[in-house]
């Protein structure tokens, strides 16, 4: 068994339950989704690959993280300051019907909204007036986790998919990524059309910061290679 430090990419099991109910609300693992009858076919239900320490799962659980071994089953509680936080009254507002009316909308209890691009959910119709909560579901809820470490990963190309994937919130199988020894070549296909020369360079950035090992980066473009990062 290794114990996980800062900076490490791992392979992440878990489930992330409401320690009021023991309600599931976020999970990994298929089987254990269809056992407690919350199957969606539309998941992808798998382990995650992450970075220790870049909050890609709830601060809390990131650090928790570290110094835990492969291989061990771990509980821990995370209260509501720790994880979503508390509701923020100022962000349960009153909205106009008509709003709804002009997307098509029909507004009701607990129906999921974006409103001026912010998501929010409905939690009162009454007469002309529709009451909305902005604050995030899970926010002045105290949560359970349950998680596995399951390997580290050392493999250089896995590194930089994992992170690609998170942090553009892209598919695995939408990219590809190519590796020459300490060189990687990424290919974003479609989305490479839509993103600027500034956010390749950000990427590549964070990239070189996360996984220090990376030599050269390149961006594959349909006429010709970006110029690496040496």
């Known amino acids: ?43 992808r239900y798998k382990p995650i690959v992450i970075c220790v320490g870049e909050k890609n799962v709830v601060p809390s659980l990131d650090k928790s993280l570290e110094g835990k071994e492969t291989g061990k089953n771990y509980k821990i509680d995370v209260n509501l300051e720790e994880g979503f936080g508390k509701k923020d009254p100022k962000l349960i507002k009153l909205v106009s019907i008509n709003s709804f ?30 009451l909305v909560d902005f604050n995030h579901p899970l926010s002045g809820k105290d949560l359970v986790y349950e998680f596995k470490i ?26 590809e990524v190519n590796q020459q020894e300490d060189k990687i070549m990424i290919d974003l296909k479609e989305l490479d059309k839509k993103l600027t020369v500034s956010v390749k360079e950000k990427i590549k950035d964070e990239l070189k910061r996360v996984v220090p090992e990376l030599k050269e980066i390149e961006f594959k473009t349909e006429n010709k290679k970006e110029e690496g990062i040496k």
Do not use: C, H, W
């Not at 068994?1 to 990419?9: E, N, S």
């Not at 320690?19 to 919350?38: G, W």
């Not at 190309?157 to 199988?173: G, R, Y």
């Open 1 to 43: 068994m290794v114990q996980v430090k800062k900076g490490d990419f791992i392979e992440l099991d878990f489930i992330g339950r409401l320690k009021e109910n023991n309600k599931i609300f976020d999970l990994t693992d298929e089987k254990v989704a269809r056992d407690n009858n919350i199957y969606n076919p539309e998941v």
């Open 150 to 175: 399951n390997r580290m990963i050392e493999d250089l190309k896995e590194k930089v998919m994992s992170f690609i994937s998170l942090n553009l919130n892209l598919p695995v199988d939408l990219f």
């Open 101 to 130: 009316r002009k997307q098509n909308i029909n507004p009701v209890v607990g129906l999921q909204v974006s409103i001026d691009g912010i998501f929010g959910i409905i939690r009162s119709v009454s007469g002309g007036r529709v």
